[in-house]
């Protein structure tokens, strides 16, 4: 151990030692973003970022573990990143759809997916189903997968489910009009059986939320990072609880 890891590891005990842990957020949303420009920075290619970043995954999930974080939703891949060229698409796909097989064949997570299968390929989808049905019975920390997932998709449709279900019981348009409110959306959100996220960490220096769970974090707080998401350190992520602890919220008041 050099003396860089000795500091690094002295200086994490010490922001650990001072966390309130009662004040540790429940449920942690993360844009994991910056994959690329790591790659770019160490001349390396897209495909190789996109892997340290997904390396990075399980170390994080660890922390949340040691910190009694209870949920988890993890930004893989979103409706906008079908827009990119199909020499970085696909690799992105492979590694994504590899990163939900660890985490079910892992033991210590269950696994939930939000998002829209039918934009996903088939590998991909029936990924996200065993990864579903396998850990169902896992008592540990829920790790939701944003895969094909998009704030605005989610929202849309959260109120195309509502209008067929009521369809279905022969509840007029009038009638729904009517009676719809905040909880009745709410309901048909994808992962509508959680609690919103508390915290909402974004890596990479952007401050922007780009579309991520728009419903649900409302009342979130925000952390935004400088270093990119491969780069992301314990240390980092304390920080952020420690950020979140200090915070006074008042949910809108």
């Known amino acids: 151990m050099n003396l860089r890891d000795l500091v690094y590891r002295l ?13 540790v957020p429940k449920h942690i949303g993360v844009i994991m973003d910056g994959n690329r420009r790591w790659a770019r920075a160490s001349g390396s290619t897209a495909a190789h970022g996109h892997r ?3 390396d990075k995954i399980g170390e994080f999930l660890g922390w949340c573990t040691e910190t009694d974080v209870e949920v988890v939703t993890l930004w893989l891949l979103s409706t906008d990143n079908f ?5 970085e698409l696909v690799p992105l796909l492979e590694i994504v759809e590899g990163v939900v097989r660890t985490l079910s064949s892992d033991g210590r997570w269950r696994v939930r997916h939000v998002g829209t299968l039918d934009l996903l390929p ?5 990924a996200l189903k065993e990864a579903e049905e396998t850990t169902a019975d896992v008592d540990g920390i829920v790790v939701n997968v944003a895969v ?3 704030g605005r998709q989610e929202i ?21 009009a009517d009676i719809v409110d905040i909880d009745m959306i709410g309901s048909h959100l994808y992962a509508s059986d959680q609690p919103d996220p508390d915290l909402v960490i974004r890596t990479s ?3 922007r939320l780009s579309g991520f769970m728009l419903w649900q974090t409302a009342h979130a707080e925000y952390y935004f990072c400088e270093v990119f998401w491969p780069a992301f350190r314990k240390v980092d992520f304390l920080r952020a609880l420690r950020d979140y602890a200090a915070r006074h919220r008042r949910y809108g008041a």
Do not use: K
């Open 11 to 23: 200086y994490a005990r010490r922001v650990e030692g001072r966390l309130d842990t009662a004040s």
């Open 52 to 54: 340290a970043g997904a």
């Open 83 to 87: 827009d990119r060229p199909q020499e």
């Open 122 to 126: 088939a590998p991909m989808q029936n």
């Open 148 to 150: 094909g997932y998009g």
């Open 156 to 176: 849309a449709d959260a109120v195309r489910s509502m209008l067929h279900a009521h369809a279905e019981q022969g509840t007029s348009l009038e009638s729904l």
């Open 205 to 207: 220096g952007e401050q």
